[in-house]
C-alpha cells in the first residue's frame, strides 16, 4: 500500500476531552486533523463553528483540514480562515461560483479544496481540477460518523487519480467515510493520497503504519 496522510476526523472523538483527541493524534504520528463543519441544513447534523476552530488552534500544531458542510461556503470561509484553519473544503453542491470560491481561500493564504457526495459524478469537477488544491471524495452520505463505506465511490477516486495523472495536476486525492482496516487498501491503491478516519481511528482498530 502506498503512503497517504492520515487526517483523523474529530467528529468521532470525545466532544469533552477535544484536546486530549489533538495530542492522541499526534501520537499516531498523523499531521492533519479532519474537522466536519455541518450546518443542519446541507446535512442533518450540526458540529463545530468558528470558536471551536480558533481553540484548538491555540494548542495544536497540526494541520487543520476544515471540511465545510454547509450552505453558502463562501459567506464563511474569511472567519474560518482567520480562526485557523489551513485546508479548507468546501461541497461542489452547497455552491455555484466554484472558481470564485477557489479564489476566495486562496486570497487567505489558504489551500483550497473541493468535495462531491456520492451521487454526484467527476465529471462535474473536470473544469475545476486546474485550480484547486485537494478533491474530497465523500465514500458515504455526509451528515453521519460511522456509516459503511459505498464501494462505488472508490470507482470516482480512481476516476479523479487518472485525470491527476493524464494532465500533471497537483490537488491531493481524500477520501472520507467507512474507512478502516477493511477498506484503506482499496482507496490507497485506486489514488487516495489523504485518508481520513474517524471511528476506526479512535476506537483504535485502524492500522495507521504506513
Known amino acids: 500500500m502506498s503512503k497517504f496522510i492520515l487526517s483523523p476526523s474529530i467528529l468521532a ?41 480558533a481553540a484548538l488552534r491555540k494548542i495544536s500544531p497540526l494541520q487543520f483540514d476544515v471540511h465545510l458542510m454547509i450552505e453558502n461556503p463562501q459567506l464563511h470561509i474569511d472567519s474560518f480562515a482567520e480562526a485557523g484553519a489551513d485546508w479548507i473544503t468546501f461541497h461542489y453542491e452547497a455552491a455555484v461560483h466554484h472558481h470564485r470560491i477557489i479564489q476566495q481561500i ?32 465523500m465514500s458515504v452520505n455526509p451528515g453521519f460518523g460511522g456509516q459503511t463505506l459505498i464501494p462505488r465511490c472508490v470507482e470516482k477516486i480512481a476516476q479523479l487519480n487518472e485525470l491527476r495523472m493524464k494532465n500533471g495536476y497537483g490537488f491531493r486525492l481524500s477520501v472520507d467515510g467507512g474507512i478502516n482496516n477493511k477498506t484503506i487498501g482499496m482507496a490507497v491503491d485506486a489514488g487516495a493520497d489523504v485518508i481520513v478516519s474517524g471511528s476506526a481511528f479512535f476506537s483504535g482498530t485502524l492500522d495507521v503504519d504506513n
Open 13 to 53: 472523538a470525545d466532544f469533552t476531552k477535544l484536546g486530549e483527541s489533538l495530542r492522541y493524534i499526534e501520537s499516531k504520528n498523523a499531521s492533519w486533523v479532519h474537522i466536519d463543519v455541518m450546518d443542519g441544513s446541507f446535512v442533518p447534523n450540526i458540529t463545530f463553528g468558528q470558536p471551536v476552530v
Open 106 to 137: 486562496h486570497a487567505l493564504g489558504k489551500k483550497a479544496g473541493i468535495s462531491i457526495v456520492p451521487s454526484t459524478p467527476v465529471s462535474v469537477l473536470e473544469d475545476i481540477l486546474p485550480f484547486v488544491d485537494l478533491v474530497l471524495v
